[in-house]
T-cell receptor, first 115, second 115 residues
Framework: DTAVSQTPKYLVTQMGNDKSIKCEQNLGHDTMYWYKQDSKKFLKIMFSYNNKELIINETVPNRFSPKSPDKAHLNLHINSLELGDSAVYFC??????????????FGSGTQLSVL | SQELEQSPQSLIVQEGKNLTINCTSSKTLYGLYWYKQKYGEGLIFLMMLQKGGEEKSHEKITAKLDEKKQQSSLHITASQPSHAGIYLCGALSHWAGTSYGKLTFGQGTILTVHP
């Protein structure tokens, strides 16, 4: 079974549309993240949630709204999509609230293309 | 905030050659992670280093953390086409004095191995 799964893998949409990316982890972790990887492959943290509560918001525009219905799910909703939102979005989870010698588990990414 | 700089940004080698990727931090590293990303896929955990002077190996890949814990190197011996991908170093830090961790990445090194 996939530890961190996100859907869809590819998302092509028009500017101005609203879209969502879903993420689920079956590792029992309390902390989940969204990262954005730009065209230059730079991977930047966007949000962190711990047990359904927002912990980190790295100055992401409020068009991006993460939602965590339970600690195993962290979805990302994007309103009024812009060309600059085109990127690969990665979901991740970690057990760091319990032990800091653990690793971050990543999903396989969602390639978002805004036309 | 912690900044990581990787060098080189890209590397092209012939199969069988050795290579080294460096990761330098602006602050003392609490935990340093190395991940590999294959094109179009998610991030694969390679190694995690915490102690100054620590060195870990996995198959033909060796990672070291210097004594001052501000620089790490990733060395690949006898490179193979399967080693091709993007290598990312990540620094673990805690958010705003909490116990919640976040991983901040360098800009990545794109490795191409020609057969």
């Amino acid at each position: 079974d996939t530890a961190v799964s996100q859907t869809p893998k590819y998302l092509v949409t028009q500017m101005g549309n609203d879209k969502s990316i879903k993420c689920e982890q079956n590792l029992g972790h309390d902390t989940m993240y969204w990262y954005k990887q730009d065209s230059k492959k730079f991977l930047k943290i966007m949000f962190s949630y711990n047990n359904k509560e927002l912990i980190i918001n790295e100055t992401v525009p409020n068009r991006f709204s993460p939602k965590s219905p339970d600690k195993a799910h962290l979805n990302l909703h994007i309103n009024s999509l812009e060309l600059g939102d085109s990127a690969v979005y990665f979901c991740a989870s970690s057990p760091w609230e319990r032990a800091t010698n653990e690793k971050l588990f990543f999903g396989s990414g969602t390639q978002l293309s805004v036309l | 905030s912690q900044e990581l700089e990787q060098s080189p940004q890209s590397l092209i080698v012939q199969e069988g050659k050795n290579l080294t990727i460096n990761c330098t931090s602006s602050k003392t590293l609490y935990g340093l992670y190395w991940y590999k990303q294959k094109y179009g896929e998610g991030l694969i955990f390679l190694m995690m280093l915490q102690k100054g002077g620590e060195e870990k190996s996995h198959e033909k890949i060796t990672a070291k953390l210097d004594e001052k814990k501000q620089q790490s190197s990733l060395h690949i011996t006898a490179s193979q086409p399967s080693h091709a991908g993007i290598y990312l170093c990540g620094a673990l830090s805690h958010w705003a004095g909490t116990s919640y961790g976040k991983l901040t990445f360098g800009q990545g090194t794109i490795l191409t191995v020609h057969p």
